[in-house]
Structures are given as C-alpha cells and as structure tokens.
C-alpha cells in the first residue's frame, strides 16, 4: 500500500473523548473515528488488524473442530421471553418493532438464536457432538457507554456453542475451546491470565472462566494466588473460612467450630459487656476510625438487602466489601440490592449508619471474618449512638453464616492455603461458561438418544469480544508516540520511508525494496508522501509497524536505517541485508504464532 493513496489522517493531539491511553492513541493513529457514544468507525488501518485478530480466531476455531455460521442480528422477542432473559437484561437490551408491531431484539449474544438452529436441524445423537461459530455485530444499550472499544454499543463478538450428548462430552468441549483461548490471546501478543467467574446474566449450572487482559484501566478485578495457580474474578473469588474450609457452593451448611460461635456466651467471659456510646452525625467507617481511634477491621457493618421479596440483614468486617454475587446465589435470589433510606428505616428502625445485628428482629448473614471476631464496634440500632464490645454468637444469632464479601488484598489463597492474594486490574477479552440445559430445556431442544428416548442437548458457550481484542492490545502496547502492535496483529509487517520524495535516487530505491519486499509475499506500506521528514516518523510512530526501513542520504550507495521496534535495533545496512533482516524478522513472528 502507498501512504499517499491510504484513507488516514493522524491527529497531532490526544481527542478530548479519549479515555485511555490506548483509546487516544487508536484515535489519532486513524485506526477508528466515533459515529456517537459508544459506536465506532473502523478506518483501513482499524479494519486491517481486526481482519488480522479474526484470522487467528477462525485458525484457532477450525483446528478445535467448530464450525462457522452466520446468526442474525435482529431475534424475536418472543425468544427471549422463552428463555427467560428478556427481563434480565432489561434496559440494555436494543428493541426494534417492524411493521406489523412484532418486538425483534438486536442481539447482544446469540444463545437463543442458535439454540433455535440446532432445535431444528438435529434431531438424533448421530449428529451430536458439533460445535459451531460466528463473528459478528452486538448491540448493547450502554448507558453510560466509556473507554472506547472497551464499553461500547455496538461491538464485534467471536460467539461458539458446544452442543454434547452428556456431561462428559461437555467437559471435553469445555477444555478443548479453553485451549484453543489460551492460543488465540498467546498469539495476539497479551499479557493474560484465565480466571474463574461467575456466569452472569448468561447464565448455566457447570464452570465458567474469564479471560482477562492485565491491564490498569480494566473494569475488572482478579485475584491472584502467588503461590498456585488459583486465579477468580472478584465477583467469584472465594475467601478461607476460619475453620480451614473453603467457601464455596452450600456455605449455608458449613459453620464454625470455635468458642466465638458459641450461641450461649460461655466462652470468652472476659470479653467486657455491650457499650452504649455517642456518635453524633457519625455514620461511616470513615467517620468512627477518625473519631474514635477505631480500625476498620474491628468494626462490624450492618447493610440491609432487599433479595426478592425478604430483606436480610449482612454483616461484614469495616474494611471488607459486601459480595452480591455470593450473597444471590447463598440466597437463592437473582434481584440482590442495597435497600434505600426508606425501606431501611422501617426495617431496622433506624437511618443507615447506625444499625446494628444487636435486636435486630431481621434474618442476620454473617460474613466468616465477623463470625470469627472476638468482639465488634456496631450500630446501636438508636440514630447517633454505637455499641463497643459486641459480641458474634452472644450479642447476635450465627445462624447464617457464610462466603458474603469481596476478597482483599493479603487474603489467605482459599485453595492452597499457603500462599496470598493479590489483587490487579484487567479487560475481559474472552468468557466461557458450561451452560448445561438451561436454554435447551427452556426452548425445547432434544435428541433421540441411542435408546429412542429424548434428551435435551448439554451446551457449552465461549465468546470472544474481538473489538475488545484490539482495544486491549492497544492498552498493553501504548507507548509516548504510538501503538507498538505486535507482530501478527500489525497492519502491515514494515514500512518504508522515504525522507524526500523529490530525491531521484531515494525514490528509485524505495521502490526497488518496495517491489522486492511484496514479491516476497511481505504487506508493506510506502510513505512516499511529499511530506516534512518530521511528519513522516511522527505518523510512523502513530501507525506502529514493527520493523521500518528509513532510506535517505545513502540511497545512492543503496545503504538504508533499519529499526526493528519489536527487539530495539537500529542499524544501517546494505539493501540485501535489509531485505534479509526484515524477512527474518517476519520468519521468526510467524513461526512463532
């Protein structure tokens, strides 16, 4: 390609709607442009490196066995309602009516869809197993739509569907669409890791992993076990019970065999009595450690839930964070929210900030770190006072006790038990979920087993945000002057600059390497702008190609600088050895991927 026919304008500044980085950097390489909030333009260069990140995808989909269709965008509601997630996804789902006033959907996932496929065209398990793919547009009304490509509108979705006879046959899917992740992001260049999540408004009964980016501008946080391999997403890390136990499903079953569990108050009889004290205007941990003296960890938080139809009660430690993912499943109930000011004063008979467990006549859940205190700083359930020296199991019921809070940096690894949790930032590039029958169930999708008997099929999903793809590379790969691109996803493999168009012989040797390098089957871009040199390496910085060929001053001796922004060389050579150190270069990327 010559620059001089090329669709890009670079930008000299950072765009005010840029809110990252590699957000800034995508804008003014001329990769993409913004229609609206959330909704993106992909110029030449934009389209290049998603066609390059959607090859290693279908590479990667063919050698698991999966198979490429085409879904539509538009579903009929009536499908959702089917399935029951037409009121989960609520507001952020895009409806359209045609003609007649049927509600379609302009999908932002494809299960409904493509279990209505498969309903119809497999009826035996004959035909069972297969696996199936699609890339294509998704819509999500965002309301606050950031970060670029990260939180848009419109997006580009990878989309596959396993569909199994049984259990097992699942699990192979699973494992086999896992590996072939852990390939597609190795060959993009990321720095990742596969961690284990919740499922979602996806939904499903069976595993789930999410692949996240590392990266300090991710919405999500993972924790890290640094001793073993144990990696969860925040919403899905588990804590260590006191006991030795790790949380998991049925912590309602799992209690504490300690004194401070001991309902009668037996044990521990040196702890002082309760301890009425005022705290005027004074509602938040903030207030009471600055006040008081208090640390946060010896305060106990009082937070009052609605979960369905019942308000709860939920006690964590000052300085942890209640978990709503844990506490819906724990509770059985998919509507888990904070109550307002209102709901909470006529439940606990007191404004939020100083209500305590301590008489409270609402269900109590504790956390397993309040259930182990010794003693606690509570609300006192009377507007401006706080009790010092309540007690777990004397002063309040441990009838239910549980996993309810986020994980914290330090925590003890709930699987190994050696090591500690750290906690970093990332991007969800990639999910899967083994989903079992719940839309095959729900929208009648069965087989004739071996027997004549009919089953419903046992699905796996795995996406992958291919726009999120780009958009996290650009991230971790953001430098001052541009986006370095790794090698496979570069939109072109190098670039030849020519310092001064007008110089015959700097001209006549740009084209001689120009035509050498694309017989070999190389993708070159020439800049054989009539341009100030100083423009030409700022936008070459922009564009970020990994090897550049600059031929100015000895063209005439057929001497060029070499530059291989990948390792940092910079070299003058001949120009059979430039042609031989960029197709090395390009060799060993390749064999590489």
Request: with cysteine; charged share 25%.
């Amino acid at each position: 390609m010559r620059q001089s026919q090329l669709l890009l304008n670079t930008l000299r500044e950072r765009p005010s709607e840029a809110d990252t980085e590699g957000h800034g950097l995508l804008l003014r390489g001329g990769y993409i442009r913004q229609l609206a909030a959330g909704i993106y333009s992909y110029l030449p260069l934009g389209r290049r490196v998603l066609c390059k990140i959607e090859g290693i995808v279908r590479e990667e989909m063919e050698r698991a066995g999966v198979q490429e269709v085409m879904l539509p965008s538009m579903q009929p509601a009536e499908l959702w309602m089917e399935s029951g997630r037409y009121g989960t996804y609520g507001n952020n789902l895009m409806t359209v009516n045609d003609r007649h006033g049927r509600e379609f959907i302009l999908g932002p996932t494809h299960e409904e869809a493509v279990t209505s496929l498969m309903k119809n065209e497999v009826s035996s398990y004959r035909k069972l197993p297969v696996k199936v793919y699609q890339i294509g547009t998704k819509f999500r009304d965002e309301k606050r739509p950031r970060f670029g490509l990260l939180r848009g509108r419109e997006f580009i979705m990878k989309d596959a569907y396993s569909f199994d006879i049984s259990e097992e046959g699942l699990d192979l899917s699973y494992r086999t669409m896992f590996g072939a992740y852990n390939r597609i992001f190795a060959r993009c260049g990321l720095r990742f890791r596969a961690v284990e999540a919740d499922a979602g408004t996806i939904g499903g009964d069976g595993g789930s992993h999410e692949f996240i980016a590392l990266s300090s501008i991710g919405e999500d946080t993972v924790a890290v076990c640094g001793h073993c391999d144990y990696a969860a997403n925040l919403e899905q890390a588990e804590t260590a019970a006191r006991n030795g136990e790790s949380i998991g499903s049925g912590a309602k079953e799992i209690g504490l065999d300690t004194p401070q569990a001991d309902q009668d108050g037996a044990a521990n009889d040196d702890i002082p009595p309760l301890e009425k004290f005022h705290t005027p205007d004074i509602r938040t941990i903030d207030q009471l450690t600055a006040a008081f003296g208090l640390k946060p960890e010896q305060i106990i938080k009082t937070l009052i839930y609605k979960a369905g139809g019942d308000i709860v009660a939920v006690l964590v430690r000052g300085d942890h964070e209640v978990n709503e993912i844990k506490l819906g499943k724990y509770l059985g109930a998919e509507d888990i929210a904070l109550a307002d000011d209102s709901t909470v004063a006529a439940a606990a008979g007191v404004i939020s900030g100083y209500v305590g467990p301590a008489g409270l006549k609402l269900p109590v859940l504790a956390d397993y770190a309040v259930a182990a205190m010794t003693e606690g700083t509570t609300g006192a359930g009377e507007r401006d006072y706080h009790l010092r020296g309540v007690r777990p199991g004397r002063d309040f019921p441990l009838a239910h006790i549980g996993d309810f809070r986020n994980a914290a940096e330090g925590d003890q690894c709930p699987r190994c038990r050696e090591g500690h949790l750290t906690l970093h930032r990332g991007i969800e590039i990639g999910h899967v979920f083994k989903l079992g029958t719940r839309y095959s169930d729900k929208l009648s999708a069965a087989f004739l087993d071996a027997s004549g008997r009919e089953r419903s099929m046992i699905m796996g999903c795995y996406g992958v945000g291919i726009s999120r793809l780009l958009a996290a590379v650009a991230e971790q790969n953001a430098g001052e002057g541009g986006i370095a691109w790794p090698d496979a996803l570069a939109p072109f493999e190098v670039q030849v600059i020519i310092v001064s168009i007008k110089d015959e012989a700097q001209a006549a040797l740009a084209e001689k390497l120009y035509g050498t390098l694309k017989k070999l089957g190389l993708e070159v871009l020439l800049d054989d702008r009539d341009e100030r040199p100083g423009v030409k390496f700022k936008d070459s910085g922009l564009i970020g190609t990994p090897q550049v060929v600059v031929i100015g001053r000895e063209a005439a001796i057929e001497r060029v600088e070499y530059e291989n922004r990948v390792s940092g060389v910079k070299e003058t050579l001949g120009f059979e050895e430039a042609v031989l150190r960029i197709t090395e270069h390009v060799k060993t990327s390749t064999f590489a991927d």
